[in-house]
């Protein structure tokens, strides 16, 4: 069974423009949620999607957004990068976290805002 | 609110050391607890987990015992290999409310051979 794929691996920006990452779920699983990870914050839950809605949000502003599709594919956007957006940003994704299922990581996209 | 302390890192062993990562939690009811650990430019791999008090997690050498009246995950490991050098990242799920993991900060491990 494929892992957790996320493109691109690594991207770099300038402040105030926009990106766009991409996440697909192992098969069968309908829950992804998305973390940003920087070596002063640690890992930080930035929202979670389980069939198309948002279930859940952590405290980021609102130029964080994301979507999840019909088939549990995912994006997460951020418009008007900031330096501080710079960041390892981790996809991870599960059956249900209400089952306690494990959530399972994919490999990352670096970003770097100039 | 629920969270998870970690000890802080970087921790250094020699190889074939014994390992202990310390983990405690705070939340409400009965939560899932797991140990990630993160490798150089990789994302987060489970390492093992427990689902209730008293359960043990292991994998690869590694345990840990869910303690509730402690409220704690300590990660073990007898005899630590220079291919364990990582990121071991402890983590919560609550299974009460909001269906949310919540992880620790991470204890980077770095062992000499």
């Known amino acids: 069974k494929a892992g957790v794929t996320q493109t691109p691996r690594y991207l770099i920006k300038t402040r105030g423009q926009q990106v766009t990452l991409s996440c697909s779920p192992i098969s069968g699983h309908r829950s992804v949620s998305w973390y940003q990870q920087t070596p002063g914050q640690g890992l930080q839950f930035l929202f979670e999607y389980f069939s198309e809605t948002q279930r859940n949000k952590g405290n980021f502003p609102g130029r964080f957004s994301g979507r999840q599709f019909s088939n549990s594919r995912s994006e997460m956007n951020v418009s008007t990068l900031e330096l501080g957006d710079s960041a390892l940003y981790l996809c991870?994704?599960?059956?249900?976290?209400?089952?306690?299922?494990?959530?399972?990581f994919g490999p990352g996209t670096r970003l770097t805002v100039l | 609110g629920n969270s998870v302390t970690q000890m802080e890192g970087p921790v250094t062993l020699s190889e074939e050391a014994f390992l202990t990562i310390n983990c405690t939690y705070t939340a409400t009811g009965y939560p899932s607890l797991f140990w990630y650990v993160q490798y150089p430019g990789e994302g987060l791999q489970l390492l093992l987990k427990a689902t209730k008090a008293d359960d043990k997690g292991s994998n690869k050498g590694f345990e840990a015992t869910y303690r509730k009246e402690t409220t704690s995950f300590h990660l073990e490991k007898g005899s630590v290999q220079v291919s364990d050098s990582a990121v071991y990242f402890c983590?919560?799920?609550?299974?009460?409310?909001?269906?949310?993991?919540?992880f620790g900060t991470g204890t980077r491990l770095k062992v000499l051979a």
């Open positions: 983590a919560l799920l609550s299974t009460s409310g909001t269906y949310k993991y919540i």
């Open positions: 991870a994704s599960s059956s249900d976290p209400s089952s306690t299922d494990t959530q399972y």
